[in-house]
């Protein structure tokens, strides 16, 4: 079983930047960084879990139109840890982040991801 723990949420205004770490442990096997794709899906209140980014070592790092150019995915596979770098933060951002991982590199489903955190709330004020 593989646990993931998200972290670095909190309240910013619009226009300033938070960074969201999300840490991958216990059975992490040697192979989890070339196999496992780890991406950032968000949920705002009364709306559906929507795909933000996924980074794998095969294709790289994709984003959702809606953050492109704003936000930035990297991954630090020594550590199996993924980081979410946003950047001019807007009031539509504000969600609940997940960090999730999955095989199937580069899925914007969330029901490819068989891993999921409990999630980091992020808000953002106008």
């Known amino acids: 079983q593989v646990q993931l723990v998200e972290s670095g949420g909190g309240l910013v205004q619009a226009g300033d930047s938070l960074r969201l770490s999300c840490a991958a442990s216990g059975r992490i096997s040697v192979t989890f960084a070339l196999t496992y794709a780890m991406a950032w899906f968000r949920q705002a209140p009364g709306k559906e879990r929507e795909f933000v980014a996924v980074t794998s070592w095969s294709i790289g790092t994709t984003y959702a139109d809606s953050v492109k150019g704003r936000f930035t995915s990297s991954r630090d596979n020594a550590k199996n840890t993924v980081y979410l770098q946003m950047n001019t933060l807007k009031p539509e951002d504000t969600a609940v982040y997940y960090c999730?991982?999955?095989?199937?590199?580069?899925?914007?489903?969330?029901?490819?991801?068989?891993?999921w955190g409990q999630g980091t709330q992020v808000t953002v004020s106008s």
């Open positions: 999730a991982a999955g095989e199937n590199v580069g899925s914007t489903r969330t029901s490819d991801y068989k891993y």
